[in-house]
């Protein structure tokens, strides 16, 4: 089976703060990440190779730095990356992101002469936090797409998804190749050794660009292809300046708030 | 695209197996003041099996009419179907704008069908408003785990589509005197068209929980310690008539199904009342509960940063405080 996976480089958000002054995010020494559902979904992309044989490659469209998070992904599992990358390409909505990545995609399959029987995403990116450059994709190429996977499971050369639902999951089988975008796992991904991160390094990770993908339209790249328009953005007050009740036995403690909450016509 | 060709604003009441989500009527309330300023019709469509009762609904609750396509191949949620049905829909009628409640179905259904009329369509809104200067809507909706917030709109394409997060709007009064007219549109998809296969549908919790559409949530986390203490928790959501919600380490931890789980790989939820008992904060459950109404933070850190978010915290043992604010509850109701 072979399988493509798709991979963001995000900033840390847990460790993004927000200047108390300016009320803007501070990027500033924020360590940059493989967006963590993209973990998972590389995880189970190499499983299923292990089981299935075939190849797992990585596609991530960013900057030069991206490849950072390529050689992270080539040193728990990937057998080659892609960089996808040209100033043509900034700015680019969910629309046109995915429009190119599918496009990117085409020209992977000719590159390494195969093709994809199945493409893995993250169920989002912690950053854009859309969860639409998934389903997007699976448009741009005409295949079924299930989203919300917490597992993916092998069933005689076929898989099955189960799929996140109200009161516990669906299983369900799609014809392939198919776009799974994937929430969770029930395990974590592995780690890299120092042999299999020694490896990564020396892995050549080519760097596409509208030149490397001929039939791209660069009318539906970038924010002159973007529908959507961001208008504004500004930080949401958090800080609540709560009443914090410390030092205080239990039980005080709790008719206390009850009777803040009633009080306060909560309840 | 001449913009001027594309009119109403349309909400998706999606259903299943004939029953209707409330984030579509909630929708339609929040989009109500929206269609009274541009001064077009709000109008409900419905795709589902035996769901003319749910486009009653819709207008009861404030719909001018509604749209329906019913069939048996729409008993259950899938993309191939409901995309096909919803592009028909949307290419013989060009609505303006296009609001879909944003579940999971919701949020797998979106960008399938923005992505097929080459639009835009704006994630997981939690506010929704007419721009004064250009008409546009302009969708609101957090970014970067709920740090930044950002406004968008969709200019130069149409129709203009959000999902828009369950339990951030109320649902409107239901007028059952209403009436409106219900159109029924024949789409039928033959099953070949259709490529995925329900093969089971697996029930993880013995009562139907819903989490979103809770009003008071009594939350636990790994500092509860075992999947018996949880009983502590259950005991104080009795008392409130509020539904047990967790972090993600429980689910990790194998105490609670995954249902259960709030937070951003988990549920939204937009309670008035949220209980966090034991959980520290991090980012990823915060997320989760920013539409809490109130948030009551129970921790042995007076450092967790769960109460950076807390209206009412109390630093002490859960052990104690919990069975403490249950029989305070219960005094109080008494
Ligand atoms: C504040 C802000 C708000 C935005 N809001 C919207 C909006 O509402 N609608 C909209 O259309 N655009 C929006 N955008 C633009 C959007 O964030 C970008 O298009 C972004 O590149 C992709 O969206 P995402 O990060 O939400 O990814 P998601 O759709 O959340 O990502 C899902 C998965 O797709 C794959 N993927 C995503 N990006 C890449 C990539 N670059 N390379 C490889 N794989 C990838 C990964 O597997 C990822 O897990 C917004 C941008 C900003 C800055
Ligand atoms: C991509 C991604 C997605 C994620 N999605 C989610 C999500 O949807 N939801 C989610 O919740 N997490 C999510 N997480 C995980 C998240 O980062 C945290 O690891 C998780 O929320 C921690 O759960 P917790 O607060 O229960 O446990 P901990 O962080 O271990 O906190 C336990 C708390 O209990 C307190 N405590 C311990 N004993 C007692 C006692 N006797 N009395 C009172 N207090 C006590 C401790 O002081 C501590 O603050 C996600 C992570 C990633 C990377």
Known sequence: MNICVCIKQVPDTNEIKVDPVTHTLVRKGVPSIVNPFDTYAQEVGVRLKEKLGGKVVVISMGPEQAKEAIKTCLSVGADAGYLISSRKFGGSDTLATSYILSEAIKAVEEKEGLKFDLILCGKQAVDGDTAQVGPEIAEHLGLPQITYALDIIEKDGDIQVKRECDEGYDMISTQLPAVVTVVRLPYEPRYPTIKSKMAAKKKEIPVLTEEDIPAINLERCGLSGSPTKVKKTYTPVTEKNGVKLQDIEAEDAAKQVVKLIYDAKIL | ?334
């Open chain 2, 1 to 334: 695209m001449n913009l001027a060709d594309y009119k109403n604003i349309w909400v998706f009441i999606e259903t299943e197996c004939g029953k209707p989500k409330n984030v579509g009527f909630e929708l339609i309330n929040a989009a109500k003041p929206l269609a009274q300023e541009k001064g077009c019709e709000l109008i409900a469509v419905v795709i589902g099996k035996d769901i003319e009762g749910v486009a009653k609904d819709a207008i009861c609750y404030g719909a001018d009419s509604a749209i329906i396509v019913d069939g048996p191949e729409y008993e259950y949620y899938t993309t191939d179907a409901f995309a096909k049905a919803l592009v028909a829909l949307v290419e013989k009628y060009k609505p303006e704008t296009l609001m879909i409640g944003a579940t999971n179905n919701g949020r797998d259904l979106g960008p399938r069908v923005s992505c097929r009329l080459k639009t835009g369509l704006t994630a997981d809104c939690t506010a929704i408003a007419i721009d004064e200067e250009t008409g546009n809507v302009a969708w609101t909706r957090p970014t970067f785990g709920g740090n930044l917030m950002a406004t968008i709109m969709c200019p130069e394409n149409r129709p203009q589509m959000g999902t828009v997060r369950p339990a951030v709007f109320k649902k409107g009064d239901y007028d059952e005197a209403k009436t409106g007219e219900i159109v029924k549109e024949e789409i039928t998809v033959a099953a070949d068209e259709i490529r995925t296969t329900l093969i089971e549908r697996v029930k993880e919790v013995a009562e139907s929980i819903n989490l979103e559409e809770a009003e008071i949530i009594v939350s636990g986390g790994r500092g509860v310690g075992s999947q018996e203490n949880f009983q502590l928790l259950q005991d104080l959501a009795d008392v409130l008539g509020a539904t047990v919600g967790c972090s993600r380490a429980v689910v990790d931890a194998g105490w609670m199904p995954h249902a259960h789980q709030v937070g951003q790989s988990g549920k939204t939820v937009a309670p008035k009342l949220y209980f966090a008992i034991g959980i520290s904060g991090a980012i990823q459950h915060v997320a989760g509960i920013s539409g809490a109404d109130t948030i009551v933070a129970i921790n042995k850190d007076p450092d967790a940063p769960i109460f950076d978010v807390a209206d009412y915290g109390i630093v002490g043992n859960l052990n104690e405080v919990v069975p403490a604010l249950t029989e305070a509850f219960k005094a109080q109701k008494a």
